[in-house]
């Protein structure tokens, strides 16, 4: 069995630096043409001049014969002078802005301590049409960590599209059924929202946390969720639905800082992202609607031009190595050691 597709995207991805940077490129780019690329260093990235100089780095980094374009985004602080913004839209290559709530996730320390702070940020992005990507948790520590997100559509998404609905905003990384139930109602009210889905949400459910003993390669945040709120990610992924595309969030940690006390929250599904997606839309029987999910959808969301290029998927098991070699430290990604039913063709991971 072959699948051919337009050669996807990837809409939230972590690429980090230094050495990961390289490990993790070559990954992703084996398979995806472009990919937002998170802005959560240490510092993070909050300036166009900032963000000109990694997407350098990235570049500089792409193993040769490979072609892949990052598309930047901007960390939005309490201090973002909304005149970035236009700087922002007028780069070219900066796509989004991102909003971690402060303290909700990896390296999210200088995030935005209230939302309303960035409202003048907000009526900029809205006027530039630049959009608004969401880490979509609340971070009070009296809110039960599984229902961070859906208190978030609540008291901040809710409340974001009243005071400017036209901004463009993205929830990223969905995990629960009413967010999808969200995005699907605005967007039939004519508000340009979306979702982007990951591969270890479509796949997993909280269970897969604890299946067998504590699994930390498969902590993320937002946090796994029940069975039914992943029966509705997948439904709103194998729909069709123009408001929803891929976005892995693939996060490499490296293993001891998963495999600790406290462990870093992130799932590495880079290395073999577009397979587990193929095998999710496979054992739903939904294979005839990857293509606009991993390859139209998000695209058309960010008013950007399909890719051209096509990609062959081949039904072919393959193994997922235990992990990866990594500057003195190694990198154990999602389902390492497990046998998945897809591999893409490797004549068809260049240009
Ligand atoms: C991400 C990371 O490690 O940078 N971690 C994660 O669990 N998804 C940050 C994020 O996207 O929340
Ligand atoms: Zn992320």
């Not at 792409?62 to 236009?86: C, Q, S, V």
């Not at 974001?160 to 969905?174: D, S, T, Y």
């Not at 999808?180 to 979702?195: C, L, S, T, W």
Request: aromatic share 8%.
């Amino acid at each position: 069995m072959r699948l051919t597709l337009t050669r996807p995207d990837d809409w939230h991805l972590h690429l980090r630096d230094g050495a990961m940077l390289s490990i993790a490129l070559a990954h992703s780019a084996r398979q995806f043409a472009r990919a937002i690329v998170m802005p959560n260093l240490k510092p993070p990235v909050t300036t166009v001049a900032e963000a000109t100089a990694y997407r350098a780095r990235i570049l500089a980094a792409l193993p040769k014969g490979l072609a892949f374009e990052p598309l930047m985004t901007l960390y939005l602080t309490d201090h973002t002078p909304p005149e970035e913004i236009r700087k922002a839209a007028d780069s070219g290559f900066v796509k989004g802005v991102k909003l971690y709530p402060a303290g909700a996730t990896t390296h999210s320390a200088a995030g935005l301590t209230r939302i309303e702070n960035a409202n003048p940020v907000f009526a900029a992005m809205e006027s530039a049409g630049l959009p608004l990507l969401m880490h979509g948790e609340v971070t009070d520590p009296e809110v039960d960590i599984f229902d961070r997100e859906k208190v978030f559509l609540d008291t901040c998404f809710a409340p974001l599209i009243q005071r400017f609905p036209g901004l463009k905003a993205v929830m990223e990384h969905a995990t629960t059924r009413e967010t999808v139930e969200f995005v699907r109602h605005h967007y039939r009210a004519g508000v340009a929202i979306a979702a982007t889905l990951t591969a270890h949400h479509l796949r997993y459910n909280r269970n897969a946390l604890f299946q067998g003993g504590l699994r930390p390669h498969r902590y993320c945040l937002p946090v796994m969720k029940r069975e039914t709120h992943r029966l509705a990610l997948l439904e709103a992924a194998t729909s069709g639905h123009p408001a929803f595309f891929l976005g892995t969030d693939s996060a490499p940690h490296p293993q001891n800082a998963k495999e600790a006390a406290s462990c870093c929250a992130g799932c590495y599904s880079a290395p073999h992202a577009l397979e587990l997606y193929a095998q999710i839309f496979e054992s739903a029987g939904a294979l005839d609607k990857l293509e606009a999910f991993a390859s139209f959808n998000g695209a058309d969301f960010y008013g950007l031009p399909r890719n051209r290029e096509k990609i062959t998927l081949l039904k072919k098991a393959q193994n997922v190595p235990d992990h990866y070699p990594v500057a003195g430290a190694t990198l154990v990604p999602l389902c390492a050691g497990e046998t998945l039913d897809w591999q893409m063709q490797p004549e068809t991971g260049g240009t």
